[in-house]
């Protein structure tokens, strides 16, 4: 594993891009990524992967720093070792991951306690020992990209920050994405998805337009689940990835309990009623503008969420910002 951004998605309509990328970085700087609240994203996470598959992909592949940087004042450095003492601190790096491999089996590993009991102390607290020399997947997916590149593929970000926006950029700008009209989804995972496979699940019960009303709620559910799996699995051609019945059911049960970020990645593209409308319906009042609204300058049309041109499958659930009675308010 090393830095990677492999595009999964990537759809214009009337000017307005969304991209979907799958990103491989160093744990260490996600706290920075996560600084950018433009992006909607899914990380693999510390609390859901097995620790013994954590352990085993940090002990194969541990994430080493590109340079060793020399002492410095401020943020960021600039200057280098280059001198021959870089093999002893590759080495010493190595010698600390291995240090917290070996403390986080102790913790993990099963021990008996005064009462007799045995237990081994959880992933989510082992895992975290090993934060540090970790390589993290990120799905992440946005309208809105400049603000990013801008403060992150620039020499005064720090430097492994500096190399994933980088090749983010560079994805991006050798990437064409598809057209598609208003009306229609951007949908990460969904070329991969069988269309017969789908249709085959149809029941009796199941009534209307054999596309728009049965076939691509299912395709949507799919879709939304091979995102949320980023957070503990991957998809690369595994047969858990065509299991149809089992994504829907994890769809199912992420909306029932209201786990909505993996709902932020596909999108439906909006037309011209819509880019007016949707800002009024959440209680914006604005006035419509005259002529096409796509080639207006300097107007706040069209958001929705963090996106501009494109509804997020989570904004049509009705319970998608949940309440809690429990929080005073004066």
Known sequence: ?????EIIAD???????ITSMLVTFPRIILAEFNT?????????SSRAIPFEKMAEMVYNNPFIPLKWLKNHKGMQGTESIEEHPIPIRDRQW???????????WELYKDWENV?????GVTKQICNRLLEPFMWHTVLVTATEWENFFALRADPAAEIHMQEIARLMLEAMNNHTPQTLKPGEWHMPYGDEIIDDKVIAMTQPEEVGNLWDDIVLP???????????RVSYTTLDGKPEMHNYQKDIELHDR???????SPFEHCARAMNDTEYIQWNIQR????????????TLEGTQYGWCGNFRGWIQYRKIFANENRQDPRLIKK
């Open 11 to 17: 759809s214009i309509c009337n000017g307005y891009r």
């Open 94 to 104: 190595l010698h600390a991951c291995d240090k917290a491999l070996v403390s986080a």
């Open 254 to 260: 992420l909306a029932a309990a209201g786990h909505w």
């Open 1 to 5: 594993m090393s830095f990677k951004a």
């Open 218 to 228: 299912k395709f949507l559910k799919i879709a939304t689940a091979r995102c949320a």
């Open 283 to 294: 209680g914006i009042e604005i006035a419509p503008p005259e002529g096409s609204v796509h």
């Open 36 to 44: 950018h609240r433009m992006l909607s994203r899914n990380s693999a």
């Open 115 to 119: 009462d007799g009991k045995v237990s």
